[in-house]
């Protein structure tokens, strides 16, 4: 698969927000290309250099011009919504979380299905193996904004709390016993410090009171 998997942390009372006019997504997504986000500072940019000066251009325009766009396509909603736009802005420019390709994989030995498989709750067992099945990469409910590869999706704080807890009851044996029923032989150690850094960002995340986006890109 090509596809990367990403979650980001959001406020509960922005969450609401996005629920409501859930467009206006798009605005709190752009805001990670600001000039003054940590995005950039995980990068190496050289702005002496043509290619990257125009996508550094491109990128913290984004918010300027989804900005325009919102305030023309939908009045009503971007007045109702002004007073929260730098609410938008900030949290936006919180990094987000991605396992890129290891989602794949890493959805398998939390669940023991695979990504075409539903997987029927957010926290339970597995009936065919009985080991516990966490939907931490494919689970939650889903707001009306289309994204790269399918609708936009969002755990509540309370679920949140949950899976993070699940996570840190998943011990290395089960995760050794998932590892060998993929017939996986190789990547076990890449494979499992994907699985302790989502841990890490879910705790984080249940730390703060926050709600959390799910998408792929």
Do not use: C
Not at 83 to 98: W, Y
Not at 188 to 210: C, G, I, R, S, W
């Amino acid at each position: 698969m090509a596809l990367e998997a990403y979650f980001k942390q959001v406020s509960p009372d922005l969450l609401e927000k996005f629920q409501k006019y859930p467009d206006f997504f798009e605005l709190f997504d752009d805001a990670q290309y600001l000039p003054d986000s940590p995005f950039w500072q995980d990068l190496s940019l050289d702005l002496n250099n043509p290619e990257d000066a125009k996508w550094f251009d491109e990128a913290t325009n984004y918010v300027p011009q989804t900005l325009a766009k919102l305030k023309v396509e939908q009045p009503e909603e971007f007045e109702k919504l002004k007073s929260d736009i730098p609410t938008m802005l900030a949290e936006g420019k919180n990094s987000e979380f991605d396992i890129g390709k290891k989602w794949n994989n890493l959805h398998f030995i939390l669940t023991g299905k695979s990504y075409s498989t539903p997987v029927p709750s957010l926290i339970g067992q597995n009936k065919q193996d009985k080991l516990p099945s966490i939907n931490a990469i494919l689970g939650g409910k889903t707001i009306d904004y289309e994204t790269d590869n399918g609708l936009l999706r969002y755990l509540t704080v309370d679920e949140v709390k949950q899976v993070a807890q699940a996570l840190s009851k998943f011990t290395q044996a089960h995760f050794k016993q998932r590892f060998a029923s993929k017939g996986l032989e190789k990547g076990f150690d890449n494979l499992y410090d994907a699985h302790k850094q989502l841990l890490n960002y879910y705790q984080n995340v249940a730390y703060q009171e926050n709600a959390m986006f799910l998408y792929f890109g």
